[in-house]
């Protein structure tokens, strides 16, 4: 049973519904929940909860109550024994990255919420970073795992090469930087249904109907739409050199339990499973948006 630590943002959401399908809910404290206590979304196998730390302890002490962590550590310096593997929640500023480096650099497996970083240089640092001390690393959008594009992703849809694809999701204004935020998961679909690297952004929208365009090296193209204040799903239709696809991701409990599994599998096995390019060019994809927002023209990807 591998052990795992949960660091910071420890009361978010991503953070309590991970727990929740590590250990479990403890129904006698249920009304800790602050996202009402429902049930488990799923249930993995293979690894639990057993440390936790957050700067706000009480987060902390709540996270450990609703789902029977056994140690809440008084600092970080507690969380780098005794751990197979550590999460790191998102913490709503887009600054957990913050925490990865100590982990990364005593070699312990690390599943980092998404985004990977808030800017490309830092999360270029923390992935040689992984490669300089040989850790397993992992950061992306749950979405890579919707059941709904497995066989798109694997390229075994039979549609052939993306030549061009349109994918809607959300990406509200409430949020700090909405686009890098949350517009990311709607870039992870389009972009993980390219086999080619991005070349160029351009966001041809306006605030509140955000519109980007990103073209590829081999001339594939992938529109990402993000309206504001409206109910939208997250949603792809493709077409490719030999037909066309479309798909609507429904089932959060699949691609939540299905990408903690990934990284639970890629802890088991002891290499690195997960593709950190991929992971890094959605990254630059959403940085170059916000950068062809600010000047007005379309932004090169080096």
Same mark, same amino acid.
């Given at each position: 049973?591998?052990?795992?630590?949960?660091?910071?943002?420890? $009361?978010?959401? &991503?953070?309590?519904? =991970?727990?929740?399908?590590?250990?479990?809910?403890?129904?006698?404290?249920?009304?800790?929940?602050?996202?009402?206590?429902?049930?488990?979304?799923?249930?993995?196998?293979?690894?639990?909860?057993?440390?936790?730390?957050?700067?706000?302890? +009480?987060?902390?002490?709540? @996270?450990?109550?609703? +789902?029977?962590?056994?140690?809440?550590?008084?600092?970080?310096?507690?969380?780098?024994?005794?751990?197979?593997?550590?999460?790191?929640?998102?913490?709503?500023?887009?600054?957990?990255? &913050?925490?990865?480096?100590?982990?990364?650099?005593?070699?312990? #497996?690390?599943?980092?919420?998404? #985004?990977? $970083?808030?800017?490309?240089?830092?999360?270029?640092? @923390?992935?040689?970073?992984?490669?300089?001390?040989?850790?397993?690393?992992?950061?992306?959008?749950?979405?890579?795992?919707?059941?709904?594009?497995?066989?798109?992703?694997?390229?075994?849809?039979?549609?052939?090469?993306?030549?061009?694809?349109?994918? =809607?999701?959300?990406?509200?204004?409430?949020?700090?930087?909405?686009?890098?935020?949350?517009?990311? &998961?709607?870039?992870?679909?389009?972009?993980?249904?390219?086999?080619?690297?991005?070349?160029?952004?351009?966001?041809?929208?306006?605030?509140?109907?955000?519109?980007?365009?990103?073209?590829?090296?081999?001339?594939?193209?992938?529109?990402?739409? +993000?309206? &504001?204040?409206?109910?939208?799903?997250?949603?792809?239709?493709?077409?490719?050199?030999?037909?066309?696809?479309?798909?609507?991701?429904?089932?959060?409990?699949?691609?939540?339990?299905?990408?903690?599994?990934? =990284?639970?599998?890629?802890?088991?096995?002891?290499? !690195?499973?997960?593709?950190?390019?991929? $992971? @890094?060019?959605?990254? !630059?994809?959403?940085?170059?948006?916000?950068?062809?927002?600010?000047?007005?023209? #379309?932004?090169?990807?080096?």
């Amino acid at each position: 049973m591998l052990k795992i630590g949960f660091v910071a943002g420890v $009361a978010g959401y &991503h953070s309590v519904q =991970f727990a929740k399908m590590f250990n479990g809910m403890n129904e006698s404290q249920k009304h800790l929940d602050p996202f009402g206590g429902n049930a488990p979304l799923a249930s993995i196998e293979g690894a639990e909860v057993t440390k936790v730390f957050d700067e706000n302890r +009480c987060n902390a002490e709540l @996270l450990a109550n609703l +789902c029977n962590i056994s140690k809440v550590a008084a600092n970080l310096e507690e969380m780098y024994e005794g751990l197979d593997a550590v999460f790191i929640g998102d913490d709503l500023n887009l600054t957990q990255y &913050h925490y990865a480096r100590p982990f990364l650099e005593r070699g312990i #497996p690390t599943f980092l919420d998404k #985004p990977i $970083a808030d800017n490309v240089d830092s999360a270029r640092e @923390l992935i040689d970073i992984a490669r300089d001390f040989n850790s397993l690393f992992m950061s992306t959008s749950a979405l890579k795992y919707a059941p709904e594009f497995k066989l798109l992703f694997e390229k075994s849809e039979g549609i052939g090469e993306t030549i061009m694809a349109s994918v =809607f999701g959300p990406a509200d204004l409430m949020w700090r930087r909405p686009f890098l935020f949350y517009g990311m &998961h709607a870039v992870t679909i389009g972009h993980y249904a390219v086999d080619d690297r991005p070349v160029e952004v351009a966001d041809v929208g306006t605030r509140g109907r955000t519109v980007v365009a990103i073209k590829y090296m081999k001339g594939a193209q992938v529109t990402v739409m +993000c309206p &504001h204040g409206v109910p939208v799903s997250f949603e792809a239709m493709i077409q490719g050199t030999e037909g066309s696809f479309h798909g609507i991701a429904n089932d959060p409990a699949a691609f939540y339990s299905n990408m903690l599994k990934d =990284f639970v599998n890629m802890v088991e096995v002891g290499e !690195q499973t997960f593709d950190l390019l991929k $992971a @890094l060019e959605v990254l !630059q994809i959403c940085c170059a948006q916000e950068e062809s927002v600010r000047t007005g023209k #379309p932004v090169r990807l080096g």
